[in-house]
Structures are given as structure tokens and as C-alpha cells.
């Protein structure tokens, strides 16, 4: 999971309070990742607690998953 770090630095997702919740104020979802459980998550993002609360919209087990993701709904 380490490379969802890169990944998401390189599309302008940061991770603000460094506990693994990365958002980008140009779009309405926050990402996170849960290196216990392998997963990364896409979350609706309420604005003020970072996705921590906002309903799952997907979930990934993979950086692949995520990339293609970005490529098929963000255009990135």
C-alpha cells in the first residue's frame, strides 16, 4: 500500500492530518487506506471530517484497482 501514497501525491490527493485519509478539495471524495485490512476505500467527503464519516462508494484491494479507477471516472 505503500505506492497508494505516491499515486495519490502525484494526483494532488494529500494526506493532511498523516493518518492515512488523502483528499483533493477539486473533487467530493476522500480515499482511504487501511494497511490492516489491505484495503482502500473511496468515500464521500462531508467537508470537515476528511471522509472518516461520508458512505463508501468503493472499495479497492489494490493500487491497480485505484489507478484504473482515476482512469475510468476522474479522467487522470
Not at 19 to 29: F, K, Q
Request: charged share 25%; proline share 1%.
Amino acid at each position: 500500500m505503500e505506492h497508494c501514497d505516491a499515486f495519490l501525491r502525484s494526483k494532488n490527493w494529500l494526506d493532511n492530518d498523516l493518518d492515512s485519509r488523502y483528499i483533493n478539495v477539486n473533487h467530493p471524495y476522500a480515499v482511504l487506506i487501511s494497511e490492516e485490512e489491505g484495503q482502500i476505500s473511496l468515500r464521500g467527503n462531508a467537508g470537515f471530517d476528511n471522509g472518516q464519516n461520508g458512505e463508501e462508494i468503493f472499495s479497492f484491494t489494490s493500487l491497480r484497482e485505484l489507478q484504473e479507477w482515476f482512469e475510468n471516472n476522474i479522467g487522470e
